[in-house]
Nanobody
Framework: QVQVVESGGGLVQAGGSLRLSCETS????????MAWFRQAPGKEREFVSA???????TKYADSAKGRFTISRDNANWVYLQMNSLKPEDTAVYYC?????????????????WGQGTQVTVSS
């Protein structure tokens, strides 16, 4: 059974930084994409960033470009470094896995999800 666990959320002031971590376990994927999504209260879940299984391709939402960096250091871990945080970044951040090396930005295309980690940015 695949498990996806996020960590690293918290409360930070505007302009600050946080680093989110995501670990998968229970299965070895041959080729896959790992992504971060977020969901703010009253809003739909939205794509933030994704990285392919070998780290060769990354993709960012416009809201994340220039401020967030996605990375991975082995088959099971992916990170999201978030700098220059804004109050509008406040949301629950979810890590997700898709069994394909093609990056898609629609949440329904991802099969495995974590429980989410809360990020709150105060003004």
């Amino acid at each position: 059974q695949v498990q996806v666990v996020e960590s690293g959320g918290g409360l930070v002031q505007a302009g600050g930084s946080l680093r989110l971590s995501c670990e998968t376990s229970g299965r070895t994927f041959s080729r896959y994409t790992m992504a971060w999504f977020r969901q703010a209260p009253g809003k739909e879940r939205e794509f933030v960033s994704a990285i392919t299984w070998n780290g060769g391709i990354t993709k960012y939402a416009d809201s994340a470009k220039g401020r967030f960096t996605i990375s991975r250091d082995n088959a099971n871990w992916v990170y999201l470094q978030m700098n220059s945080l804004k109050p509008e970044d406040t949301a629950v951040y979810y890590c997700a896995v898709r069994e394909s090396f093609i990056i898609l930005t629609t949440s329904s295309q991802y099969s495995y999800w974590g429980q989410g980690t809360q990020v709150t940015v105060s003004s």
